[in-house]
């Protein structure tokens, strides 16, 4: 299983961008998609998340309303639009395959398969 992300950069206070994340070797569709991140001496934390089929995103409270989560199965590909971005969104972004319980959906326990992570940097 590889999962390769992709899209990440310096951008200003209030810049946008876009992640990708491209899935081989699973059944994308038979997966829970999801992208975590890691400022730098912090735990990894949850971001977004997004059920099989599209449905049911969930996301963070820090990150609500200014990130979109979104899958294409037919591509096998993950994507996270990102807005109205700050500099504490700073960090190491991951995409992440899974199949977790409902209540492990926003724990890095639910996801068994990592990319290598993609830098985001928000200057101020």
């Known amino acids: 299983v590889q999962l390769q992300a992709c899209g990440g950069g310096l951008v200003q206070a209030g810049g946008s961008l876009r992640l990708s994340c491209t899935a081989s070797?699973?059944?994308?569709?038979?997966?829970?998609m999801a992208w975590f991140r890691q400022a730098p001496g912090k735990e990894r934390e949850f971001v977004a998340t997004?059920?099989?089929?599209?449905?049911?995103?969930v996301y963070a409270d820090s990150v609500q309303g200014r990130f979109a989560i979104s899958r294409d199965n037919a591509k096998t590909t993950l994507h996270l639009q990102m807005n109205s971005l700050r500099p504490e969104d700073t960090a190491v972004y991951y995409c992440?395959?899974?199949?977790?319980?409902?209540?492990?959906?926003?724990?890095?326990?639910?996801?068994?398969?990592w990319g290598q992570g993609t830098q985001v940097t928000v200057s101020s």
């Open positions: 992440a395959a899974g199949q977790p319980i409902l209540s492990s959906r926003r724990s890095t326990t639910g996801y068994r398969h």
């Open positions: 070797g699973l059944t994308f569709d038979n997966y829970v």
């Open positions: 997004t059920w099989r089929r599209g449905s049911a995103p």
